[in-house]
């Protein structure tokens, strides 16, 4: 057995991967700069250089900073007809209230409260030196997993080249601060993780971890909050870290994964077929689902943004569904590395893409609450949207709920190298 295999040194230790459970050989102090992945699936086990918690906390206090200029100041000026109309971003809130209250709080939760709870929390460690509670940290967790202020930049920035064939539009400081702060958002999103948090509270290895051997074939389990390996059982455990029960692998994944697969599939026709949004132009009106919208795009020769609202909202949904359906009938087919891997490479692109369905549904958002010109021109959303923002959060609520680590419990070998 080589020395690998008997145990890590004091300069190393072993980790369980969270993607495919191997134990892989880390060092205790990893080289600047150098990203580690695991050999077997290629997850990244340890990241290339993190910024200090101190340099963390500036960025998102100066994103606060943005966001409360985005959400005072005006945003931009529609004119039309003679007829102006200012908006700042308050008013897609008051506007949605009105017409949309599940919408409202979609749209609240991945655009403001959950980019606010990692902002705050990232002043409060990084500049303020706060130690996170239990509570602090399971709540970061998930407002990191799933905000989405990226996808509702790209959304802002389509609806505006839509918005120039009603109105002549002026932009103001509001949108310029909207602007910067999604890209500070975007920053401290990317250097402010939940491990690096959770790591604060305790580490999180169990140091009796072999490397070369699978986490089940040692008794360890992996925490799907957490991330901390320690000793489980086939009934599940509770992690000590974080104090979520845990299994060796997600119960019932495979059931519950094709269940929400089944709902999302009946939600996406209705979805396609139903108008998405409701235009009311001089007392005309006129409904218009997502195929018409690109059609629209591409005769007014935005033939870029077109193929984006075609690709992220009728190919994407589709895609994602189909790639798991795939991935689930060939789960237990997977007897070779290179099969795993394709499979986990599906399996990755299904969680990247996930979210960026959500693009035509904040379109509407911005569409209806903006466009509401001295009551010349009104647009509203219609039932397809609520449909097709059920489809999206379906089938990423079905991707998590897949287990990758069962891609390769079917292999006979589970050397390292």
Known sequence: MSEEKQGPS???????????????????????????????????????KEYSLQTVGIMALSA????????????????????????????????LRLDWGGLLYVFMAVTLFMPLVVLFLAVAVGLLGIKPTLFTLKTFSFCHRYCMVDVFIVGVLISLIKLTSLAHVSFHFGFFS??????????????FRPARL??????????????????????????????????????GAVCPRCGRVNHYRNPAAIQKTCALLISATILYLPSNLYPVMYTDLLGANSGSNIIDGVVA????????????????SIFIPILKILMLVFLVYNLKKTKED???????FIYRLVEYIGKWSMIDVFVVIIMSSVVRI???????????????????????????????????????NCEQH
Request: charge should be positive.
């Open 338 to 344: 290179r099969q795993g891997n394709r499979l986990v």
């Open 178 to 191: 909207a602007i910067i702060f999604s890209v500070m958002m975007a920053w401290c999103w990317m250097h």
């Open 198 to 235: 959770w790591d604060l509270r305790a580490h999180g290895h169990y140091h009796g971890a072999l490397a070369g051997k699978s986490g089940y074939e040692q008794g360890l389990i992996v925490c799907r909050t957490c991330g901390a390996q320690y000793p489980g059982s086939e009934n």
């Open 10 to 48: 004091s300069e190393s230790y072993v980790e369980i991967c969270h993607c495919c459970d191997m134990g892989v050989t880390l060092p205790t102090k990893p080289e600047p700069g150098k990203v580690y992945r695991c050999p077997r699936c290629g997850a990244v086990l340890i990241r290339a």
């Open 297 to 312: 795009l591409w005769n007014m020769n935005s033939r870029f943004v077109a193929l984006v609202i075609l690709i992220a």
């Open 374 to 412: 001295g009551g010349l021109i009104t647009i509203n959303p219609g039932f397809a949207i609520v449909a097709f923002c059920a489809v999206v959060i379906l089938t990423l609520i079905s991707a998590e709920q897949f287990d990758s680590r069962m891609i390769w419990d079917r292999r006979g």
């Open 64 to 95: 606060l900073i943005m966001l409360f200029a985005a959400l005072t100041q005006p945003f931009m000026t529609l004119e039309q007809f003679g007829v102006s109309n200012g908006m700042s971003l308050y008013n897609v809130l008051t506007t």
